[in-house]
């Protein structure tokens, strides 16, 4: 699968993860399928929400009141799920694993371990059998 996102988005991700520093930063990505392209994703609109775990530097928490409104709007679908890893590798976390959000079609990570070169990945993550996830590919302005 790939996805495509204009630059905009990407701009909005990175602006907002750094204004989040050293917590992680935390949204939805809304869109759809790209037209004319086989099982690719047109990323549109990212949508930051605040992250309200415990411990914000090293994992996020989004509040369902938050996030509801976006899961059950079906003209607007989540089609990404986007946090940050203030200094850790743009790889999914054990925690991140075990996560139930695997029902979304793509993971995002946007690593800052190299704060001059911040590493965006994306990923489709896997429950059955056991968990699992692959890197996705991705364009940017498109």
């Known amino acids: 699968m790939n996805v495509y996102m204009k630059q905009n988005l990407y701009k909005d991700l990175h602006m907002h993860s750094l204004q989040q520093l050293p917590e992680e930063a935390c949204g939805f990505i809304l869109g759809g399928q790209a ?3 086989n099982e690719a994703l047109q990323a549109s ?3 930051p929400l605040r992250n309200i775990a415990s411990n914000p530097r090293n994992r996020f928490e989004i509040s369902p009141v938050e996030m509801l409104p976006y899961l059950m709007d079906s003209n607007n679908p989540v089609i990404g799920l986007f946090h940050s890893h203030p200094t850790a590798p743009p790889v999914p976390s ?5 996560t139930l959000w695997h029902s979304i ?3 995002w990570i946007l690593s800052f371990q190299q704060p001059q070169h911040p590493e965006l990945q994306l990923y489709q993550i896997k429950k059955a059998p056991q968990t699992s996830y692959h ?3 991705f364009v940017i302005g498109q």
């Open 105 to 107: 079609p793509t993971y």
């Open 45 to 47: 609109t990212f949508i």
């Open 94 to 98: 054990e925690q991140d694993l075990q």
């Open 35 to 37: 037209p004319n392209k």
């Open 135 to 137: 890197k996705l590919s």
